[in-house]
């Protein structure tokens, strides 16, 4: 085996040790239909990815503590000369082995005959459903093939058991490879945002930005997009979830990007707020000044042992204090934290693990109570403050959107910056941006 493989197999160990007996069941992800005869590119499942390194579809991986040969087998298509002059070369049964370090392979055909015959006698199958995935309807039917077999004496499982205390656990915490390649897509991610800074000048538009950054992402060595990039001007930077449109960069407003590549299956996850005239209006720069004083009062308090929903209040409290300061808000600290009167202009949470799905799995809250920070968890903070073309404030303030994204890893005494290289201070973007 090579080290790739060794270190799939190592994970697939772990998970194993993990469950105690059972069995693990993971499909690849489904392919989507675009339109007629075109499909949405193929991305493999993160799961999947992470115990096998495999990125074609219609496979199936089983984990088995239960079987007497088997511990990894993968269905998976066949070889097919006529198919792969069309769609590109298969691994094949032969090659899943040879190139895994699976133990068996099967045709993906034979998936729903052979099955059954690793979930006799097993009482836990771990496995995620009710995602809408096609593989739910494979599992249920291979449980009744199951039970149809009692009366040989043959047991079958009893609990479906849900993987993210098992695999999302493992997925949660970051080894160093992995926080290798984190830090490769944060270097690609934040020449992408620098690229971004030299090109939108007032007259461009918010795509060109977005493919400018693209092109990096591509010439940097990723894949693709970790998400669909969002480049919102003007007003445009105040609606959340806005992507990026035709919209022409106006003088004097600001442009807000939250873009990130991925690079072999890992997000980076980053967002920037500029002035594309070069300089901050005296209420832009109060209110980026306030985005900023959370953030980085959010970053200072990030150690092991903290909580995202103790940052979350971190940056409520600066941004809250900010708020009163400048008019926006009016009244103590207190009750507009308690009223949560904040949420007119920062509406959103402050943080979210990242690492293979750039809204990572993990569980936030074990038994009802946020999880401490433990080193080898991933995460973002990125505060904003949103005041909308319609809200209730002084019109000096309204339509300017600002958020501010770092990607930070919890060591053992605090955290790394994945992405502090990539210039945040108003001071130092001006500088920037007076220089293209
Ligand atoms: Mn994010």
Sequence with gaps: MNSAMKSFAARRARLLEAIGPGVVLVPSAPVFPRNNDV????????????????????????????????????????????????????????????????????????????????????????????????????????????RGRS??????????????????????????????TMRRAAEITRDAHLEAM????????????????????????SERPAYESIVGSGPNATILHYRAGKRVLGEGELLLIDA??????????????????GRFSPEQRALYDVTLASQQACLDATKPGATLDALHDVAVDVITRGLIELGLLS????????????????????????????????????????????????????????????????????????????DVVVTETGHHNLTHDIPKHADEIERILADR
């Design 151 to 180: 009366r040989r004496g043959i047991r079958a499982p009893t609990e479906l058991v849900d993987p993210v205390r098992s695999l999302h656990e493992l997925r949660l915490r970051k080894d160093t490879d992995e926080l290798a």
């Design 331 to 406: 009244g103590s600290v207190a009750e507009n934290v308690e009223q949560q009167k904040y949420r007119a202009f920062y509406m959103h949470r402050t943080s979210h693990w990242l690492g293979m799905d750039v809204h990572d799995v993990g569980l936030y809250y074990d038994a009802g109570k946020p999880r401490p920070l433990q080193p080898g968890f991933v995460l973002t903070i990125e505060p904003g403050v949103y005041v909308g073309a319609n809200a209730d404030v002084d019109p000096k303030w309204r339509g300017i959107g600002i958020r501010i994204e770092d």
């Design 198 to 221: 030299r090109v939108a000048k007032p007259g461009r538009r918010e795509i060109e930005v977005a493919a400018e950054m693209e092109r990096v992402f591509r010439l940097g060595g």
């Design 39 to 146: 499909e949405h590119p193929y991305r493999q499942d993160s799961d999947f990815f992470y115990l096998t390194g495999f990125d074609e579809p219609e496979s199936v991986l089983v984990l088995t503590n239960q079987h007497p040969e088997h511990r990894a087998v993968l269905f998976v298509r066949p070889r097919n000369p006529e198919r792969e002059i069309w769609d590109g070369p298969r691994l094949g049964v032969e090659g899943a082995v040879a190139e895994l370090g699976v133990d068996a392979a099967f045709d993906v055909a034979e998936l729903a005959e052979k099955l059954p015959d690793y979930l006799g006698d097993v009482d836990r199958v771990h496995v995620r459903v009710g995602r809408g995935h096609p593989f739910d309807a494979t599992v249920f039917r291979a449980l009744d093939v199951v």
């Design 260 to 277: 990130g590549c991925e690079l072999d299956y890992y997000a980076s996850d980053v967002t920037r707020t500029f002035p594309v005239s």
